[in-house]
């Protein structure tokens, strides 16, 4: 079973930045896509930035320029760098995977593992 754990949520001020991380386990298949999406109170559940196996990666109009999506094979770990974070930025922030595709997507319905989620919070 995949089991994905997010973590490096928290609460920062505009400008400021953060690191989230995505470590995965339960799987080894050599091609697959990672995504991260978010969820803002009375929002919709959006795609934020996704890679795949051949490091191909995809971003959200909102986050291009501010945020980074990279991983760590040896670590199978997806990470989500975001620099100059907004207000709106504030949500939910959740990781996604789906072994054996490829082709980074921000569409929500190609994932069939989530974690629970970590939180960030950007006070103006």
């Known amino acids: 079973q995949v089991q994905l754990v997010e973590s490096g949520g928290g609460s920062v001020q505009s400008g400021g930045s953060l690191r989230l991380s995505c470590a995965a386990s339960?799987?080894?298949?050599?091609?697959?896509?990672m995504g991260w999406f978010r969820q803002g109170p009375g929002k919709e559940r959006e795609g934020v930035a996704a890679?795949?196996?051949?490091?191909?990666?995809k971003y959200a109009d909102s986050v291009k320029g501010r945020f980074i999506i990279s991983q760590d094979n040896a670590k199978n770990t997806v990470y989500l760098q975001m620099n100059n974070l907004k207000p709106e930025d504030t949500a939910m922030y959740f990781c996604a995977a789906r072994p054996k595709i490829v082709r980074p997507t921000l569409d929500k319905t190609e994932y069939n593992f989530w974690g629970q989620g970590t939180e960030v919070t950007v006070s103006s």
């Open positions: 339960g799987y080894a298949s050599s091609e697959y896509r």
């Open positions: 890679v795949d196996s051949g490091d191909n990666t």
